[in-house]
Antibody, heavy 118, light 106 residues
Framework: QVQLQESGPGLVKPSETLSLTCTVS????????WSWIRQPPGKGLEWIGY???????NYNPSLKSRVTLSVDTSKNQFSLKLSSVTAADTAVYYC????????????WGQGTLVTVSS | DIQMTQSPSTLSASVGDRVTITCRAS??????LAWYQRKPGKAPKLLIY???SLESGVPSRFSGSGSGTEFTLTISSLQPDDFATYYC????????FGGGTKVEIK
């Protein structure tokens, strides 16, 4: 059974860079697309971007200027960096797998809360 | 962006009830729609993809229908394990989600 686990700091200061890693177990990262999705408190789910195992990326235009995704196939991990964060970036961040670039998500992580505060 | 609107936002129901959740797209998305169940502290779970295809292992009391701009998720007989929040997601153009429907105990 494929499992995804998000990890990273739960508190980030304004203007700094948020960094999260998703570790994939029970399956290979190869052959799939991997996304980050977030949900701010009281708001809806927002897709941040995806990375293919080969390293190809596609970002939500609303966040594109601040987002960088990367993948490490040797560790079965992929990562998110979101720069210049503000309180509006406070959210539960999820990682998820999809088979097609624009597709449904068949496996998700449990999510991790990241708070932006000084 | 394609906007997804779910209704209702909250639904109170009893065990055994038939429950229907609606999701409307701001433009046609063909059948490129998925439904998820989310419980607090747990990973969201895929229920339905391509509007009406049941994910493997999901109970048959869950069903999806619709195409174009209007879609429904139906739970034929609500079970105790089904009290959760449900989300729709379109994947016709980029990836966007509905606002969620919380199914709570009546």
């Amino acid at each position: 059974q494929v499992q995804l686990q998000e990890s990273g700091p739960g508190l980030v200061k304004p203007s700094e860079t948020l960094s999260l890693t998703c570790t994939v177990s029970g399956g290979s990262i190869s052959g799939y697309y991997w996304s980050w999705i977030r949900q701010p408190p009281g708001k809806g789910l927002e897709w941040i971007g995806y990375i293919y195992y080969s390293g190809y990326t596609n970002y939500n235009p609303s966040l594109k200027s601040r987002v960088t995704l990367s993948v490490d196939t040797s560790k079965n991990q992929f990562s998110l960096k979101l720069s210049s964060v503000t309180a509006a970036d406070t959210a539960v961040y999820y990682c998820a797998r999809h088979v097609e670039a624009y597709g449904h998500f068949d496996y998700w992580g449990q999510g991790t809360l990241v708070t932006v505060s000084s | 962006d394609i906007q997804m609107t779910q209704s209702p936002s909250t639904l109170s129901a009893s065990v055994g009830d038939r429950v229907t959740i609606t999701c409307r797209a701001s433009q046609s998305i063909s059948s490129w729609l998925a439904w998820y169940q989310r419980k607090p502290g747990k990973a969201p779970k895929l229920l339905i993809y391509k509007a009406s295809s049941l994910e493997s292992g999901v109970p048959s009391r869950f069903s999806g229908s619709g195409s174009g701009t209007e879609f429904t998720l139906t739970i034929s007989s609500l079970q105790p394990d089904d009290f959760a929040t449900y989300y729709c997601q379109q994947y016709n153009s980029y990836l966007t989600f509905g606002g969620g429907t919380k199914v709570e105990i009546k």
